[in-house]
C-alpha cells in the first residue's frame, strides 16, 4: 500500500523523537547510575574517614608480640560506633589487620565476614590510599555490593584497614524510580509532540493536497482551480508559482481555443463562397455570362486561403525556433520604395501622398533582409488599407545608440486606446477593419512582432483618433559600404 506524504512525514518526525528519547532515556540513567555510585563511594569514604579516626584512638600495641591490639572494651565502643556510621549510610563497617582476618564489624555475631579472609589482591588495592568496587569482595557476598576501603595508619605503619560495605540493589531501586518518572516524562512529551507534529504536519502537507487535487482537475480540462497561499515560505512560493503556472495554462488554452475559432471562422467564409459559387456554375444557377465574374470571387478567396496558410506557416515556424536569421547590412529605403512600388496602382486610386523618402540617404540596417522585406510589407499594407481619401503615408528615419529606427504613418482614422494594446495579437481585427480589410486575416501585425523580437529589435503603435496611426520599428544599427574608387581613365 502507498503510503502518502502525510504519513511518511508524520512517521518520520514521531520516530526521530521516539529514538531522541530513547537515547536521551539511555544516557540519564547512565549518568544517573554513575552519580549513584560515586555519591555512595563518597559517603562511604566520608564516614570511614571518621571511623579510622576513632579506631586509631583505640589501638594498643603489644610490644612484646608486635601485632595490632585492641581492648575488648574498646572493640565494644568501636563496634557501636562502626554500626551507627553504617546504619545512616546501611552500610557494614568492618576491620581487618594485615592478613585479611576480621577484627571488628558493626554487625557484631551476624557478621558474614568472620569466616572469610579478605583477598590479598583487595588489600593490595587499599594500600594506594582508597578501594573501590561493585561486586561481591572476592566472593564474599551473594549479591552485588558498594565496597569502599582505606588503610589504618598508626605510626609510620598500617597495621589494618577498615572497609564498608552496601548493596548495591539500592542503585536498582534508585534507577527503578528514575526511570519510572523518565517514562511518565517522555510518555507525556511523546503524546504532546506527537499531536503537535499531527496539526503541523496536516497544514504544511495541506497546500500539496491542493495542489494534487487541482491538478486532477487540470488533466479533467477545468482550469480555474487555485491553490490558496497563506504563507510566505518555499511552500507558499511553489503555490504561488503553480497559481501562476494554472494562470499561464489557462491563458494559453483560451488563446488555443481563440486561435482555434479564428481560424475557423476565418476558413469557414471563404470556403461557403467558393463552394456555393461552385455549386451554382455547375448546376446552371449562375448563367454562363456572368461565370467568370463569380469565378474572380473564387480565385480571391483561394488566394486568401492560400495567404492564411502561408502566415500560419510563418508563424509556426518562428514560434517553432526552425526560422533562422542571417543579418547583413543593407539600406531599409531599398524593400520601402520596391514595396510602394507594388501599391502605386491603389496609392494613386485613393490620391494619396508620400513624404519622407525624397532625402532619405542610406539608412543601414543589420537585419535578415528577406525577414524584415515582410515586416516592411505588412506594415505599408496597413498604411495603404486605412489611409483616408486624398491623405498621406509618410516616412521617418532616426539613427541613435546603436539603433536604426523607421517610422511609418498614415493619416486617417486612427485606432482608438482600448484597440491599441490589442492589435499585435493573432487573428485581431478591430471593428472597422473587419468592414475595410476584406483580404487580411489578422495574421499581419503578429508576424511582424515576432519577427522584429527575433531580431532584437521593438515595434512601437502610436495612433490619435479621427488624425493618424503610425509604427515605429527600431533594428541594430548597420554599416556604410565602403565607397568604390574612381577608375582612371586610359592614356592617351
Known sequence: MQKSLFTKYYSIC??????????????LLLFAASYFRNDRYTAMARNLQIASELTVSSIREDLMAGELYIEPLDSEYLQIYYEILGNGLEADFFLVNREGELLICSEGKNCVHQNYLIPTEILDGALGGIYQETGSLGGIYASSMFTVGIPLHYGSGIPGFIFASSSAE????????????????????????????????????????????????????????????????????LALS?????????????????????????????????????????????PPEKQNQYLRIVSDEVKRLSRLVWSMLNISRIEAGETKITPVDFNIVEPILQTLFNFEHLIDQKHVEVEGLEDAGKVMVRADPDLIHQVVYNL??????????????????????????????????????????RVFEKFYKTDRSRGLDKRGVGLGLYIVRTIVNLHGGEIVVRSMDG?????????????????????SLPEG
Open 14 to 27: 514521531v520516530s526521530i523523537i521516539l529514538v531522541s528519547i530513547t537515547v536521551l532515556g539511555v544516557v
Open 170 to 237: 539500592m542503585l536498582n531501586s534508585f534507577l527503578l524510580e528514575i526511570f519510572r518518572m523518565f517514562l511518565i516524562s517522555a510518555g507525556i512529551v511523546l503524546f504532546l509532540s506527537a499531536v503537535i507534529i499531527y496539526f503541523a504536519t496536516r497544514s504544511m502537507v495541506k497546500p500539496l493536497r491542493q495542489m494534487a487535487e487541482a491538478a486532477e482537475s487540470f488533466g479533467k480540462g477545468d482550469l480555474s482551480r487555485r491553490v490558496p497561499v497563506t504563507e510566505d515560505d518555499e511552500i507558499g512560493r
Open 242 to 286: 503553480f497559481n501562476n503556472m494554472a494562470a499561464g495554462l489557462s491563458n494559453l488554452e483560451n488563446a488555443r481555443r481563440s486561435f482555434v475559432a479564428n481560424v475557423s471562422h476565418e476558413l469557414k467564409t471563404p470556403m461557403q463562397t467558393i463552394g456555393g459559387f461552385v455549386d451554382g456554375i455547375l448546376d446552371g444557377t449562375i
Open 380 to 421: 505599408i499594407d496597413n498604411a495603404v488599407k486605412f489611409v483616408d481619401e486624398g491623405g498621406r503615408i509618410s516616412f521617418r528615419f532616426e539613427v541613435q545608440g546603436g539603433k536604426t529606427a523607421f517610422t511609418i504613418r498614415n493619416s486617417g482614422e486612427g485606432i482608438s486606446k482600448e484597440e491599441i494594446q
Open 467 to 487: 488624425e493618424y496611426c503610425e509604427f515605429t520599428v527600431s533594428l541594430p544599427s548597420g554599416k556604410l559600404p565602403p565607397a568604390k574608387k574612381p577608375e
